[in-house]
T-cell receptor
Framework: GENVEQHPSTLSVQEGDSAVIKCTYS??????FPWYKQELGKGPQLIID?????GEKKDQRIAVTLNKTAKHFSLHITETQPEDSAVYFC??????????FGSGTKLNVKP | DVKVTQSSRYLVKRTGEKVFLECVQD?????MFWYRQDPGLGLRLIYF???????EKGDIPEGYSVSREKKERFSLILESASTNQTSMYLC???????????????FGSGTQLSVL
């Protein structure tokens, strides 16, 4: 089955700096890669996603890049704000109802 | 607004008890899921259902069963709770992002289950 590895497990940045979270996957058939943000006491919420026919996608301060050859994808957050503090999960999927999640990254943005 | 509601935020049960975790979604979604979240392990799929009375095992189904009698409700059952089932349980429902190109998951807030 698919194996998704996520790094780092914790990340601490100063407000205004950039943050990068990286994931690798093992199954070359995976074709959909979402990122979820989980705030304290809440369930994860989709923040951005990318499909395998696209190399990069941006949404305001958030961007995701995908390198299919190397089987890795990354989340980039620019101009971080305290409200970006949360746990972030990457995931990989090749079937509509099967997701494989990374182990999570706890991002702390210091004011 | 989309809503997935889990019946309990915190639950404490004894070893050997039968435990029911309830989940309701108000979006008329076909697919519903139960995940388990443990530190350092991410989210792992226990069971999912793609229609009423239909279910499929996920990656860690041992010790669990599920029930979906109505489209909006998906229940997770621990037949005989054990201490290694102490965890955060997340219910989700999904809708296609684009047909054939991925699903968007909507999660509930989770149930933190402690088995003593």
């Amino acid at each position: 089955g698919e194996n998704v590895e996520q790094h780092p497990s914790t990340l601490s940045v100063q407000e205004g700096d950039s943050a990068v979270i990286k994931c690798t996957y093992s199954d070359s058939a995976s074709n959909y890669f979402p990122w979820y943000k989980q705030e304290l006491g809440k369930g994860p919420q989709l923040i951005i996603d990318i499909r395998s026919n696209v190399g990069e996608k941006k949404d305001q301060r958030i961007a995701v890049t995908l390198n299919k050859t190397a089987k890795h994808f990354s989340l980039h957050i620019t101009e971080t704000q305290p409200e970006d503090s949360a746990v972030y999960f990457c995931a990989a999927s090749k079937a509509f109802n099967k997701f494989y999640f990374g182990s999570g990254t706890k991002l702390n943005v210091k004011p | 607004d989309v809503k997935v509601t889990q019946s309990s935020r915190y639950l404490v049960k004894r070893t050997g008890e039968k435990v029911f975790l309830e989940c309701v979604q108000d979006m008329d979604h076909e697919n519903m899921f139960w995940y388990r979240q443990d530190p350092g392990l991410g989210l792992r799929l226990i069971y999912f259902s793609y229609d009423v009375k239909m279910k499929e095992k996920g990656d860690i189904p041992e010790g669990y069963s599920v029930s979906r009698e109505k489209k909006e409700r998906f229940s997770l059952i621990l037949e005989s709770a054990s201490t290694n089932q102490t965890s955060m349980y997340l219910c989700a429902s999904s809708t296609p992002v684009l047909v054939g190109l991925g699903e968007k998951l909507f999660f509930g807030s989770g149930t933190q289950l402690s088995v003593l």
